[in-house]
């Protein structure tokens, strides 16, 4: 069994438009689709279905589980489109432009947001039986990722879901473990007149992860024999600690600590018209509204700690923080053997939304008007401070009945408060021409954003010594996104325009970008078939900086996979076997900053890897199970004092990949 994986034709795909990048939400071969392609349905002896869907909080559609086993991103928290500081749960970031097209109040820390769970991704379940899954994937140096899900209708027309997520791993490295806890609450009823909709959610995600600062010196420790087993090579922080396998212990005493809650409780009453099937044995309610009443109440915390302390309890000899370090890279002088920065968040939204609808027998078709207060209070080191926002907001959507047509649009406005002045506005128009089954998407959006609360002189982590007033940041994306499914062939482009562009120049640094400057950027996605069972799906990214600015890209990132996708001959056995080749032109990538988790601009070191990052897998499924085998970093094989896999990537100045690592993921779904 463990020789076989599998590859399942999609069904037919369609996109939309979500931030600032075109997601496939169905369809094979798309890196970080959320979508699903393939119904789950399960027969018992009695002969009796399954029937899952699910929707999310802000969508009108209804989605399938997702079945796909041939690209295993789908199911790894980090996109292939990311690059990760040497250990899962480290701090992340995409190697593509991806710039923040959100309004309104933002703390500032995203380097972990490839880890988090999110409200616009939380599902809202339907499901005729109790529907399990229970999901572990293990990797070398003990690294570990567990997921739980369990939903069901507690009666035909109220769903509850329950699911958590734990991602543990000690590193490669000296001074890299992370521990992360994810954790989903969510409720969905309606009543039985169908006017009346409450959904519920409870969302907490709590990320550890402990930082190093990077390895001392890359050039000579990472190709000296001396230094082959990794864990040994010195790090800039956190001292000598011993390596330690025990992923029930979550201490750090270097690193960064962020906690995030979410609370949410929205509900919705309709006036419309009744009506009914009848059958030969039964009555069936339908009801068709035209006029929708929303209240949207919501609670947030956010808490976010970097700390350096001293400790004796894992370290071969007492720890205490380099004083030299924070005064070379920060300029911050310790006055005891601590470095501490932390501040705390919560906020309460109150929304109110109205919605009409055009058409009563299409609920895709909708046009909504709704005004939101927001306060918020922040604690820091030595104030606690409160602001507000009071924003309007309006969105027209409308799916045609023929499914030939797709229009989104939507806009928000603050009117006062802390972020008065701050909007965005996003329009998308999709076409899909049945005689060719192509689809075709143009769109474009703009931002207008006060600069994240990291550039506010109140910040804990504000350790500039002057106050510096930095302008609002404005952001274009013109887009675009051509399908064509029996072609298995997709085009998209972006044409990003940004004028006040906000960046770190150094590790705590903040600049603003005067100037205008634009990135293009290209992707192309592409099947090609080399055999009945022989595919090469082909990703290639271009991008490139139009202009003068504090921005350094890969001009090129590409990732291809080439590998049989069958059965071999066996009825319920799907297989996806083969090799993934991923490969960065040489750039001046961004640092890192440990203390305030941001990656900055830099312009003295090239990262330029003598080869691609060369990886095997072979993923199977075999009705509900399913099971995914990788060897990674094939490539950092070679002779340094005998034959090891030490010729390890760089992804930024001081941070590298690891070795030779295995994983083996299985993924098991249950019908109870």
Same mark, same amino acid.
């Given at each position: 069994?463990? #020789?076989?994986?599998?590859?399942?034709?999609?069904?037919?795909?369609? /996109?939309?438009?979500?931030?600032?990048?075109?997601?496939?939400?169905?369809?094979?071969?798309?890196?970080?689709?959320?979508?699903?392609?393939?119904?789950?349905?399960?027969?018992?002896?009695?002969?009796?279905?399954?029937?899952?869907?699910?929707?999310?909080?802000?969508?009108?559609?209804?989605?399938?589980?997702?079945?796909?086993?041939?690209?295993?991103?789908?199911?790894?928290?980090?996109?292939?489109?990311?690059?990760?500081?040497? @250990? #899962?749960?480290?701090?992340?970031?995409?190697?593509?432009?991806?710039?923040?097209?959100?309004?309104?109040?933002?703390?500032?820390?995203h380097?972990?947001?490839?880890?988090? %769970?999110?409200?616009?991704?939380?599902?809202?379940?339907?499901?005729?039986?109790?529907?399990?899954?229970?999901?572990?994937?293990?990797?070398?140096?003990?690294?570990?990722? #567990?997921?739980?899900?369990?939903?069901?209708? #507690?009666?035909?027309?109220?769903?509850?879901?329950?699911?958590?997520?734990?991602i543990?791993?000690?590193?490669?490295f000296?001074?890299?473990?992370?521990?992360?806890?994810?954790?989903?609450?969510?409720?969905?009823?309606?009543?039985?007149?169908?006017?009346?909709?409450?959904?519920?959610?409870?969302?907490?995600?709590?990320?550890?992860? =402990?930082?190093?600062?990077?390895?001392?010196?890359?050039?000579?420790?990472?190709?000296?024999p001396?230094?082959?087993?990794?864990?040994?090579?010195?790090?800039?922080?956190?001292?000598?600690?011993?390596?330690?396998?025990?992923?029930?212990?979550?201490?750090?005493?270097?690193?960064?600590?962020?906690?995030?809650?979410?609370?949410?409780?929205?509900?919705?009453?309709?006036?419309?018209?009744?009506?009914?099937?009848?059958?030969?044995?039964?009555?069936?309610?339908?009801?068709y509204?035209?006029?929708?009443?929303?209240?949207?109440?919501?609670?947030?915390?956010?808490? !976010?700690?970097?700390?350096?302390?001293?400790?004796?309890s894992?370290?071969?000899?007492?720890?205490?923080?380099?004083?030299?370090?924070?005064?070379d890279?920060?300029?911050?002088t310790?006055t005891?053997?601590?470095?501490? *920065?932390?501040?705390?968040?919560?906020?309460? /939204?109150?929304?109110?939304?109205?919605?009409?609808?055009?058409?009563?027998?299409?609920?895709?078709?909708?046009?909504?008007?709704?005004?939101?207060?927001?306060?918020?209070?922040?604690e820091?080191?030595?104030?606690?401070?409160?602001?507000?926002?009071?924003?309007?907001?309006?969105?027209y959507?409308?799916?045609?009945?023929?499914?030939?047509?797709d229009?989104?649009?939507?806009?928000?406005?603050?009117?006062?408060?802390?972020?008065?002045?701050?909007?965005?506005?996003?329009?998308?128009?999709?076409?899909?021409?049945?005689?060719?089954?192509?689809?075709?998407?143009?769109?474009?959006q703009?931002?207008?954003?006060?600069?994240?609360?990291?550039?506010?002189?109140?910040?804990?982590?504000?350790?500039?010594?002057?106050?510096?007033?930095f302008?609002?940041?404005?952001?274009?994306?013109?887009?675009?996104?051509?399908?064509?499914?029996?072609?298995?062939?997709?085009?998209?482009?972006?044409? !990003?325009?940004?004028?006040?562009?906000?960046?770190?120049?150094?590790?705590?640094?903040?600049?603003?970008?005067?100037?205008?400057f634009?990135?293009?950027?290209?992707?192309?996605?592409?099947?090609?078939?080399?055999?009945?069972? %022989?595919?090469?799906?082909?990703? /290639?990214?271009?991008?490139?900086?139009?202009?003068?600015?504090?921005?350094?890209?890969?001009?090129? !990132?590409?990732r291809?996979?080439?590998? !049989?996708?069958?059965?071999?001959?066996?009825?319920? *056995?799907? /297989?996806?076997?083969?090799?993934?080749?991923?490969?960065?032109?040489?750039?001046?990538?961004?640092?890192?900053?440990?203390?305030?988790?941001?990656?900055?601009?830099?312009?003295?070191?090239?990262?330029? @890897?003598?080869?691609?990052?060369?990886?095997?897998?072979?993923?199977?499924?075999?009705?509900s199970?399913?099971?995914?085998?990788?060897i990674?970093?094939?490539? =950092?094989?070679r002779?340094?004092?005998?034959? @090891?896999? =030490?010729?390890?990537?760089?992804?930024?100045?001081?941070?590298?990949?690891?070795?030779?690592?295995?994983?083996?993921?299985?993924?098991?779904?249950?019908?109870?």
């Amino acid at each position: 069994m463990l #020789i076989f994986s599998v590859a399942i034709k999609a069904q037919e795909p369609t /996109i939309r438009a979500l931030g600032n990048k075109v997601k496939q939400l169905s369809g094979s071969g798309r890196t970080g689709g959320t979508g699903g392609v393939d119904s789950l349905r399960h027969r018992n002896k009695l002969e009796d279905s399954i029937t899952i869907s699910f929707r999310y909080l802000d969508s009108t559609r209804n989605y399938k589980l997702d079945s796909v086993i041939g690209d295993f991103t789908r199911r790894y928290p980090v996109p292939a489109t990311n690059i990760y500081l040497g @250990n #899962i749960g480290n701090a992340s970031r995409s190697v593509l432009f991806t710039p923040n097209f959100k309004a309104g109040f933002d703390p500032g820390f995203h380097a972990f947001d490839v880890y988090k %769970w999110k409200l616009e991704q939380v599902r809202f379940f339907n499901t005729t039986r109790p529907y399990s899954e229970i999901n572990y994937m293990l990797g070398t140096r003990v690294e570990q990722i #567990i997921e739980l899900l369990h939903t069901q209708n #507690i009666k035909p027309n109220w769903n509850a879901l329950f699911q958590y997520r734990l991602i543990n791993s000690p590193g490669f490295f000296k001074n890299q473990k992370t521990n992360h806890n994810n954790y989903l609450l969510s409720s969905w009823y309606q009543s039985n007149n169908k006017r009346y909709n409450i959904y519920g959610v409870l969302l907490g995600n709590k990320m550890m992860s =402990t930082e190093n600062g990077g390895i001392q010196d890359t050039a000579n420790f990472l190709d000296d024999p001396i230094w082959k087993d990794r864990f040994n090579i010195p790090t800039k922080l956190g001292g000598d600690p011993i390596f330690g396998r025990d992923f029930f212990s979550t201490k750090i005493t270097t690193g960064n600590k962020y906690y995030e809650f979410t609370f949410l409780l929205r509900q919705q009453y309709d006036i419309g018209k009744k009506d009914s099937i009848v059958t030969d044995s039964t009555v069936l309610p339908l009801f068709y509204p035209r006029l929708r009443f929303e209240h949207t109440l919501q609670y947030n915390t956010y808490k !976010y700690h970097y700390f350096d302390y001293p400790n004796t309890s894992v370290t071969l000899e007492v720890y205490v923080p380099d004083s030299a370090y924070y005064q070379d890279h920060y300029g911050y002088t310790l006055t005891k053997d601590t470095f501490d *920065l932390r501040e705390k968040w919560k906020d309460v /939204i109150n929304d109110f939304s109205i919605y009409q609808f055009p058409d009563a027998k299409n609920l895709h078709q909708f046009i909504k008007l709704g005004v939101q207060l927001q306060n918020i209070s922040g604690e820091f080191l030595s104030e606690t401070k409160r602001f507000y926002n009071i924003d309007g907001h309006a969105e027209y959507r409308n799916k045609t009945r023929n499914q030939q047509w797709d229009i989104e649009a939507n806009g928000k406005l603050y009117f006062t408060g802390l972020n008065a002045g701050d909007y965005q506005a996003y329009l998308s128009l999709q076409r899909f021409a049945r005689n060719k089954q192509a689809y075709l998407q143009v769109g474009f959006q703009n931002t207008n954003r006060t600069p994240s609360f990291l550039f506010d002189s109140h910040s804990s982590f504000y350790l500039l010594h002057t106050v510096s007033n930095f302008k609002k940041e404005n952001s274009t994306d013109l887009f675009t996104s051509y399908y064509l499914p029996s072609f298995k062939f997709r085009l998209t482009g972006h044409y !990003y325009l940004m004028t006040n562009y906000t960046y770190f120049s150094n590790y705590y640094l903040l600049q603003q970008e005067n100037s205008l400057f634009n990135v293009l950027q290209v992707a192309l996605e592409k099947t090609i078939k080399f055999g009945k069972h %022989w595919n090469w799906h082909a990703e /290639i990214y271009v991008q490139q900086l139009i202009g003068k600015a504090h921005v350094h890209l890969p001009v090129l !990132y590409t990732r291809n996979r080439i590998a !049989y996708e069958g059965n071999l001959g066996f009825k319920n *056995l799907d /297989i996806a076997m083969g090799f993934e080749v991923r490969y960065r032109s040489p750039y001046k990538a961004d640092g890192y900053s440990p203390v305030l988790g941001q990656f900055f601009y830099q312009d003295s070191i090239k990262i330029s @890897n003598p080869l691609p990052d060369i990886s095997g897998y072979m993923n199977f499924r075999i009705r509900s199970f399913k099971a995914f085998f990788r060897i990674e970093n094939l490539n =950092t094989g070679r002779k340094l004092g005998g034959f @090891n896999f =030490t010729n390890n990537n760089l992804v930024a100045p001081g941070y590298a990949l690891p070795g030779l690592q295995f994983r083996i993921g299985v993924y098991w779904s249950f019908v109870n």
